[in-house]
Each structure stands twice: as structure tokens, then as C-alpha cells.
């Protein structure tokens, strides 16, 4: 079932697609780095940029698909967003864009930057899984999500 990586362009995330990539039949990643597409797209995942605060870019890349990995740190780095003030506000966004495009399973990876994600991504897909990634290696991190996106429910 399709997999989409939100922030695939942060250290976490790249560690996501490395582990969720054997085991997934399509698998997807959202960035605002351009320079990442093309190692990307080498690797055979299909490859969506823009801003992470427009719920309609990360919806329209998310749809049919059945996970979202949604790395804390895209919502809350330097990168440049022009829809959202804030960090809460990104997730607001990303739960609208992923609740319209039908996700089924949400695995939040949660690095501090933001306080209310968890209240924010409710409602936003059946199922909701929070991995804690303080104080983990990304590799620590990518091989709990890659198990939980292999769970049959979580």
C-alpha cells in the first residue's frame, strides 16, 4: 500500500525512506529541498516538492495513499512556509490535506517542535501512531516506523 514521507528532506526523514523503502510497493516522499529529487527519484520514490504548509500540496501528494510518516521537524525548521505562522499551525494543515486525500494511518514522529500535534491530527485518518524521537538515533526512529506502517492496525 502506498507510503508518503512528509519532510523526507530532514534527517529523520531520510532515514524513514531507507527503511520503509524495501518493504513498500509505492512509496512516496514530500520535500521543499529540490536538491533531494533526483536521489530520490534514483532510488524509485516518486517525489513531490513544495510547501510543507499548504495542505493542499502535501493532500494532493498524499491521495489514495495509506500511511503518512509526518516528521515534527519539516513543520518547525528554517525551511521557508507561506501558509502557516507557525508550527501548529503546518500540522493544522497537514491533517486537513491528509484527511481530504483519505489517508487511513497517521504515524506522527515527534521531535518537541510541536505541542499540540497530537489534538491537531485527531480526526485526521482512522488510525494514529506517535514515535517519539527524542533523544533516539534516526535509524532508531525510522526502523519504529518502519514497523508500524507494516502492523496490520495499530
Do not use: Y
Not at 8 to 37: K, M, N, Q
Not at 136 to 142: G, H, L, N
Amino acid at each position: 500500500m502506498p507510503v508518503i514521507v512528509i519532510g523526507a528532506d530532514t534527517v529523520i526523514g531520510r532515514a524513514a525512506v531507507d527503511a520503509l523503502l524495501p518493504g513498500a510497493a509505492e512509496l512516496r516522499a514530500f520535500v521543499s529541498d529540490p536538491a533531494v529529487i533526483d536521489a530520490l527519484k534514483a532510488r524509485g520514490v516518486k517525489v513531490a516538492v513544495g510547501d510543507v504548509s499548504d495542505g493542499s500540496h502535501v493532500g494532493g501528494a498524499a491521495t489514495r495513499a495509506f500511511c503518512a510518516v509526518l516528521v515534527g521537524e519539516a513543520a518547525g525548521d528554517d525551511r521557508e512556509r507561506s501558509f502557516a505562522a507557525n508550527p501548529e499551525a503546518v500540522v493544522a494543515a497537514w491533517a486537513d490535506g491528509l484527511h481530504d486525500a483519505g489517508v487511513h494511518r497517521v504515524i506522527w514522529v515527534d521531535g518537541g517542535e510541536v505541542t499540540e500535534a497530537e489534538a491537531l491530527l485527531a480526526g485526521s485518518a482512522a488510525e494514529l501512531a506517535v514515535v517519539d524521537a527524542a533523544g533516539r538515533t534516526p535509524e532508531d526512529v525510522a526502523a519504529e516506523i518502519a514497523r508500524l506502517e507494516s502492523q496490520r492496525e495499530l
